[in-house]
């Protein structure tokens, strides 16, 4: 079982950065990939970025590519976590992020919201013009 825990959400001005942190307890968090969605009032939950089990692949979408980068830490089970780093930030990044993990072990490139089992409550991000 995993659980999932986001913070590190707020108000920014266009240009500036935020760092999104999920913090992970369970036993099979560093077997799974990871992922930041979000989702902003009226409109339906979308992929941002995911990173591979062991970290070594990560992917964003093409909104955020060039500004958003995804990472893990997955050396210490007390502290497990996966960041999303989000710089350049525009008013139309603003939403609700959460982080979610993978249904399948040791995974791959899942971009799809039905390919994950486990989500966060989600952190609010706003950013103003």
């Known amino acids: 079982q995993v659980q999932l825990v986001e913070s590190g959400g707020g108000l920014v001005q266009a240009g500036e950065s935020l760092r999104l942190s999920c913090t992970a307890s369970?036993?099979?968090?560093?077997?799974?990939?990871m992922a930041w969605f979000r989702q902003a009032p009226g409109n339906q939950r979308v992929f941002v970025a995911h990173?591979?089990?062991?970290?070594?692949?990560?992917?964003?979408?093409d909104s955020v590519k060039g500004r958003f980068t995804i990472s893990r830490d997955n050396r210490d089970i007390t502290k497990n976590a996966v960041f999303l780093q989000m710089n350049s930030m525009k008013p139309e990044d603003t939403a609700v992020y959460c982080c979610?993990?993978?249904?399948?072990?040791?995974?791959?490139?899942?971009?799809?919201?039905?390919?994950?089992?486990?989500w966060g409550q989600g952190t609010q991000v706003t950013v103003s013009s």
């Open positions: 979610a993990a993978a249904r399948r072990l040791y995974g791959l490139g899942e971009t799809l919201a039905s390919e994950y089992d486990h």
């Open positions: 369970g036993s099979t968090f560093s077997r799974v990939a």
């Open positions: 990173v591979s089990w062991n970290g070594d692949y990560t992917y964003v979408a």
